[in-house]
């Protein structure tokens, strides 16, 4: 069944770039290819990393999307929530490109998973998005999707921690003051990813030209334990 979903996946976003690329002048062909992922990323044996070269010269968008593809053939587990994220995304930025009209330079974007982890009947995979209007800086940002597969259900900040206004102090003391949070309810809205060992917070900073980057701020599941809602959460076999 993900099998079919992740050929769904390529083919939309290849009808889409295809598309999106038409000129009533002049008609590219456009194939898919294999991309090689430089970066180092963490997934499971049972998973790899499948992706497609960008080329859009009408717009001037370039780069690459990559989605998890399971090994095994018949593989019960929804990724679905992860491979839907990543169009989503895609399709926000081709919209915002054209949205700003021609400009000179590239556009440049590439999305994939960069940490894909089950714990139990949880997996948490953390994206990975770097982007580049034209001549403007490079922005990279983190979303998550944590996924309960028994359950069938997303998870959320109030499915994993049990934190509000009396322990909130103690629970940001555990981090580095570079977080800069002051309220449970922004705390609740910063995207964070399940590790190995570790729970990063991915929050937003202004840089000085006002644009926004996000610093990984991680603890380790163990010193984090008391503060999450059930205890069983995240314990090796």
Same mark, same amino acid.
């Given at each position: 069944m993900n099998n079919k979903l992740t050929i769904s996946l390529f083919l939309i976003l290849f009808l889409s770039f295809t598309f999106i690329a038409c000129d009533k002048k002049k008609e590219e062909k456009k194939k898919t290819v294999k991309y090689d992922v430089k970066e180092k990323y963490v997934i499971p044996k049972s998973y790899t990393i499948s992706g497609l070269h960008l080329k859009d010269t009408v717009n001037n968008i370039f780069g690459a999307v990559l989605i998890p593809v399971s090994r095994v053939k018949e593989n019960p587990v929804n990724i679905k $929530? +992860?491979? %839907?994220?990543?169009?989503?995304?895609?399709?926000?930025?081709?919209?915002?490109? &054209?949205?700003?009209?021609?400009?000179?330079g590239n556009n440049y974007i590439e999305i994939r998973p960069s940490?894909?982890? @089950?714990?139990?009947?949880?997996?948490?995979? #953390?994206? %990975?998005?770097?982007?580049c209007f034209a001549?403007?800086?490079?922005? %990279?940002?983190?979303?998550t999707i944590i996924y309960n597969d028994n359950k069938k259900k997303q998870l959320g900040f109030e499915d994993i921690f049990s934190v509000d206004k009396s322990n909130l102090s103690d629970f940001l003391a555990l981090f580095n003051?570079?977080? =800069?949070i002051t309220t449970i309810e922004e705390l609740k809205? +910063?995207?964070?990813?399940?590790? +190995?060992?570790?729970?990063?917070?991915? =929050? &937003?900073?202004? %840089? $000085?030209?006002?644009?926004? +980057?996000? /610093?990984?701020?991680k603890q380790s599941i163990a010193t984090l334990? $008391?503060? #999450?809602?059930? /205890?069983? #959460? @995240?314990?090796?076999?």
């Amino acid at each position: 069944m993900n099998n079919k979903l992740t050929i769904s996946l390529f083919l939309i976003l290849f009808l889409s770039f295809t598309f999106i690329a038409c000129d009533k002048k002049k008609e590219e062909k456009k194939k898919t290819v294999k991309y090689d992922v430089k970066e180092k990323y963490v997934i499971p044996k049972s998973y790899t990393i499948s992706g497609l070269h960008l080329k859009d010269t009408v717009n001037n968008i370039f780069g690459a999307v990559l989605i998890p593809v399971s090994r095994v053939k018949e593989n019960p587990v929804n990724i679905k $929530p +992860i491979n %839907k994220s990543i169009g989503t995304q895609m399709q926000e930025f081709v919209d915002q490109v &054209k949205s700003k009209g021609k400009t000179q330079g590239n556009n440049y974007i590439e999305i994939r998973p960069s940490y894909f982890i @089950f714990h139990g009947d949880i997996y948490s995979c #953390l994206i %990975k998005k770097t982007i580049c209007f034209a001549n403007a800086d490079t922005i %990279k940002s983190y979303n998550t999707i944590i996924y309960n597969d028994n359950k069938k259900k997303q998870l959320g900040f109030e499915d994993i921690f049990s934190v509000d206004k009396s322990n909130l102090s103690d629970f940001l003391a555990l981090f580095n003051k570079g977080m =800069a949070i002051t309220t449970i309810e922004e705390l609740k809205k +910063i995207d964070f990813n399940i590790e +190995i060992d570790s729970i990063s917070f991915n =929050a &937003k900073q202004t %840089k $000085p030209t006002n644009c926004f +980057i996000q /610093k990984q701020f991680k603890q380790s599941i163990a010193t984090l334990r $008391p503060y #999450l809602k059930g /205890k069983e #959460l @995240f314990i090796k076999d």
